[in-house]
């Protein structure tokens, strides 16, 4: 304080302070708070009477000591209130230049879809327009297990070269699937038709697929899915699960004649027809044999059913349909020749069939149970089918499509760990969407429900296993127009396949001898046929 007041009491270091400076030593200590910058005091001098200018004067030899503090406090006080001024415009001025420029569209890869199936098929229409989860679009590389190769490591996963003829243009591609469908038996007996290896591949790689590449493999042999059967057989039992007898014979050198014929033997891997035979008798059987000895193969025996009709029941995701196929040939094979198929309706019988199937080898997709229907009014289950199974009926586009949806859900909870909603009647009743036969003047129609509601909608098409397709698919009773009763409707669910079937059983119920049984048929199944093609 000596220093300052020496310093202050000199008179040309006063005089050397800007004009004004000293104006704050002649305020009072309270009005520290609120100094003046010099600037302003200059602009806007103090109207103060002349008298008391020589202040200063008296004011300099005794200065406060708290007025000259307040000048440096103000001169803080500015600079922080303008770099607080500046951090705002600048805080305000960073957000509109960010927001300014408009963001990037983020481009996500497409995912690769694999389907093996033949070229008949064109699955990249049916997946056109389909997205995973609404961000990625689905690329479809179609082609036949004889198309392509493949190379898997641990680190990258399976490679796929693909050479495919399009037009007549030999298309050549390589990528990386992501996912695969297979709608193509793996294997077969005959040469050059064992593709095996491309499943085992394309398991090493950890591609996932629909059904799963461990079912696709183990469904490579009909024996195998067979013995998968015989253990459904025994935990259902005979009643709820009527698996027709088999004897299984790993080489020809065990194949000893059975005590009942006829039978049907079985050669290898037989599918779709091929590789059975109906044996007759014991002398027969022994040529049999031979036939397995040069083929070097294994074979089963099972005893021949005098079919009325075949049944099939498939299952696609929460899908059901069943089938019913009736010779018109006469072959004893159903699917050989001419045959009539319709669609029935879907029993809880049907359902624990292909239910109980269905969670074979980790559990399967896409499945379907063939049956035989006996004379004897009893059921036979004699096969399961897979992925690859063939698509019949009047609902094929919508089997296809039905297919469709169910790899874009795998697909999405696979591939993005997401599980996609399912449609409404799946939600209300998960598992039992049930597609019903046609009506006589609609389209398909998919209806969700459960057996029993099924059961009761269509009293006609409902049937135990038990009863004959004439029972099933009865003749509603006669209108009120034609007979003038009030009481008696006909069932609106009566197509032309019906009437065929009903003219076809009916005839041969009330005929008295076979001669006049064949005619009346012959007749029926002309005026049938008239007019089921007449429209």
Not at 190 to 219: A, C, K, M
Request: net charge positive; proline share 8%.
């Amino acid at each position: 304080m000596n220093y300052l007041r020496r310093r202050l009491s000199d008179s040309s270091f006063v005089a050397n302070l800007p004009n004004g400076y000293m104006m704050d030593l002649q305020r009072p200590s309270s009005s520290t708070s609120s100094p003046a910058s010099p600037a302003t005091e200059r602009r806007q001098p103090p109207a103060q009477p002349p008298q008391a200018q020589p202040q200063p004067q008296a004011q300099t030899s005794s200065p406060s000591p708290g007025g000259f503090l307040s000048s440096f406090s103000s001169v803080v006080k500015t600079a922080q209130i303008a770099s607080a001024v500046q951090a705002k415009a600048a805080a305000h001025a960073e957000p509109a230049a960010t927001a300014a420029p408009p963001p990037k569209p983020v481009i996500r890869k497409p995912k690769v879809l694999l389907v093996i199936d033949d070229p008949h098929t064109d699955w990249a229409k049916y997946f056109r327009g389909k997205k995973l989860n609404g961000e990625y679009d689905i690329r479809v590389e179609q082609a036949e297990f004889s198309e392509i190769n493949l190379a898997s490591y641990v680190n990258t996963g399976c490679m796929v070269d693909m050479q495919v003829t399009r037009g007549g243009t030999k298309v050549v591609r390589s990528f990386k699937p992501d996912f695969v469908l297979i709608r193509q038996h793996a294997y077969s007996m005959t040469p050059g038709e064992d593709f095996r290896s491309l499943v085992i591949g394309l398991q090493y790689g950890g591609v996932p697929s629909v059904n799963s590449l461990s079912s696709i493999y183990n469904f490579c042999s009909k024996p195998w899915v067979f013995s998968h059967m015989i253990k459904l057989f025994h935990t259902l039992g005979p009643e709820k699960f009527p698996l027709n007898e088999q004897t299984f014979y790993p080489n020809h050198a065990q194949m000893l004649p059975t005590p009942t014929f006829p039978v049907v033997v079985k050669l290898g891997h037989a599918h779709a027809g091929v590789g059975k035979i109906k044996v007759e008798n014991a002398s027969d059987f022994q040529d049999i044999t031979s036939v397995v000895a040069l083929a070097k193969t294994y074979a089963t025996a099972e005893p021949f059913v005098d079919s009325k009709y075949d049944i099939r029941i498939q299952k696609i995701g929460n899908n059901y349909k069943a089938y019913m196929r009736t010779s018109i040939s006469g072959n004893w094979k159903a699917n050989t020749g001419s045959a009539m198929l319709e669609q029935i309706a879907m029993t809880d019988r049907y359902r624990l069939w292909v239910d109980s199937c269905a969670e074979m080898f980790g559990g399967l997709d896409i499945c379907a149970v063939k049956a035989v229907h006996g004379k004897d009014g009893n059921d036979y289950i004699i096969e399961v089918m897979d992925s690859s199974m063939p698509l019949i009926g009047e609902h094929v586009e919508e089997d296809r499509q039905l297919i469709t949806d169910l790899v874009v859900n795998k697909m999405t909870t696979v591939l993005l760990g997401v599980t996609s909603p399912q449609p409404a009647s799946a939600k209300a009743q998960p598992g039992t969407q049930t597609t019903q036969p046609r009506r006589a003047q609609g389209g398909p129609r998919s209806a969700s429900g459960s057996p029993s509601k099924s059961s009761q909608g269509s009293p006609q098409r409902a049937r135990s296993a038990n009863t004959s397709p004439s029972q099933a698919f009865q003749p509603g009773p006669i209108p009120a127009s034609a007979s003038g009763g009030g009481s008696q409707k006909q069932p609106p669910q009566l197509n032309k396949s019906q009437s065929l079937t009903n003219a076809f059983t009916e005839t041969l119920r009330g005929s008295t001898t076979d001669d006049e049984a064949k005619a009346e048929t012959i007749r029926s199944l002309r005026q049938s046929f008239a007019s089921l093609f007449s429209d």
